[in-house]
């Protein structure tokens, strides 16, 4: 940037949960770095919690339910792929778009680096547009006007570094602030309440196939921790149902499946002992969160995309090759981590909580 603090800047993250999570800390930092500066950020709506409870307004002042970003604009590129030639969603773009030209953003900083989110930049008409030199999808980087040679083994720390480069300077490292939705956490609390003891988190789901640790398992984990004394919910999104519920059958009782929105996942994480799960977004809300983890990895790198800044044990089996390829078979590697092992890792975490 110019020697000039600007008085406006456009985050383009839009998603997914874990990435957006991810992007949090280095939003933060240039918070913290300018205090003062007007700080936008366009995100799909399915993810909006992470940013504003839903029962406040997604602009204005910020409090506890709205606490870093002064303006938040939704965007539905889903939805809006499979119909763009209708009118309708012709007028949503129009509108999402016109609502972000009319804050006038200085500065656009694409997290995201993909062409959808460069493009999404461009459309917004900032002053100026910045962007990884090596962003996920190369064509991208034609859409910046500044391209930052990103440092660090972590993504977290890849994005810290694109802020300092838009910053011109060193930031401040800071722990995530989440918004706090006092619905969702009377709601969760009435739930817990229920249970009346001390619960562990278990998330089966994974982003596709080759990352998900059988189900099954999951569920001897759950039976073996009850014997100890701890409960186990099982969360789940949008069409992984019935693998909750197989969690469920194989604990014996010991686990009870539970849906959430994002708001209440949230306020349920923060009451959690203990997370076990893979590499997805709740595993990455759990971290940011202080939680213990309990990682369970196979194609993806834990390196880069491990639980960050909180206490873990990552499980990754050798055998297990680094991979992007979203291949519906588990990973043979993932499949030769036992439940033992995981129930050894979560008692561990459980035993040694400020160890």
Same mark, same amino acid.
């Given at each position: 940037m110019s020697d000039r603090e600007p008085e406006s800047l456009l985050v383009v993250r839009l998603s997914a949960m874990g990435d957006i999570i991810h992007t949090l800390p280095a939003v933060s930092a240039l918070r913290i770095a300018f205090p003062s500066?007007?700080?936008?950020? #366009? #995100?799909? &709506? !399915?993810? @909006?919690?992470?940013? /504003? =409870? !839903?029962? /406040?307004?997604?602009?204005?002042p910020r409090f506890p339910g709205h606490p870093l970003i002064d303006f938040v604009h939704l965007v539905d590129t889903k939805a809006w792929r499979t119909s763009l030639l209708s009118r309708q969603t012709r007028r949503e773009i129009g509108n999402a778009l016109n609502e972000i030209r009319s804050?006038?953003? &200085? #500065? =656009? +900083?694409?997290?995201?680096?993909?062409?959808?989110s460069a493009v999404v930049a461009r459309s917004s008409?900032?002053? @100026? +547009?910045?962007?990884? $030199?090596?962003?996920r999808e190369a064509p991208a980087r034609y859409f910046y006007k500044r391209r930052i040679a990103t440092k660090g083994t972590h993504v977290v720390e890849q994005y810290h570094s694109l802020a300092e480069g838009v910053a011109g300077k060193t930031l401040t490292r800071l722990e995530v602030e989440f918004p706090r939705n006092e619905n969702a956490e009377a709601a969760i609390a009435h739930q817990l309440g229920l249970v009346g003891r001390q619960f562990v988190l278990i998330n089966p789901g994974a982003g596709w196939g080759a990352k998900q640790w059988?189900?099954? !398992?999951?569920?001897? #984990? @759950?039976? &073996?921790?009850?014997k100890s004394g701890f409960a186990s919910f099982v969360n789940f999104g949008p069409g992984e149902e019935e693998l909750a519920l197989t969690v469920e059958r194989s604990s014996?009782? $010991? =686990?009870?499946? +539970?849906? /959430?929105? %994002?708001?209440?996942? +949230? $306020?349920l994480t923060r009451r959690a002992c203990v997370f076990i799960g893979g590499d997805t977004g709740p595993l990455h809300l759990a971290a940011a969160l202080k939680i213990p983890v309990v990682a369970i990895f196979g194609p993806t790198d834990p390196a880069r995309?491990?639980?960050?800044?909180?206490?873990?044990? %990552?499980?990754?089996?050798? =055998?297990?090759?680094?991979?992007?390829?979203h291949v519906r078979a588990t990973d043979p590697g993932l499949l030769q981590i036992t439940a033992d092992q995981v129930l050894a890792a979560a008692h561990h975490l459980l035993e040694n909580p400020n160890a």
């Open positions: 500066i007007k700080l936008g950020w #366009v #995100v799909e &709506e !399915r993810w @909006a919690e992470l940013l /504003c =409870a !839903r029962d /406040c307004t997604s602009s204005g804050q006038k953003y &200085e #500065v =656009a +900083i694409d997290f995201q680096g993909s062409l959808k008409r900032p002053g @100026a +547009i910045f962007g990884m $030199a090596q962003p059988p189900a099954e !398992r999951y569920g001897e #984990v @759950a039976r &073996e921790l009850g014996g009782g $010991a =686990a009870r499946h +539970i849906s /959430c929105s %994002v708001a209440e996942l +949230i $306020a995309n491990g639980p960050y800044g909180t206490k873990s044990i %990552v499980l990754r089996n050798p =055998a297990s090759m680094t991979s992007l390829s």
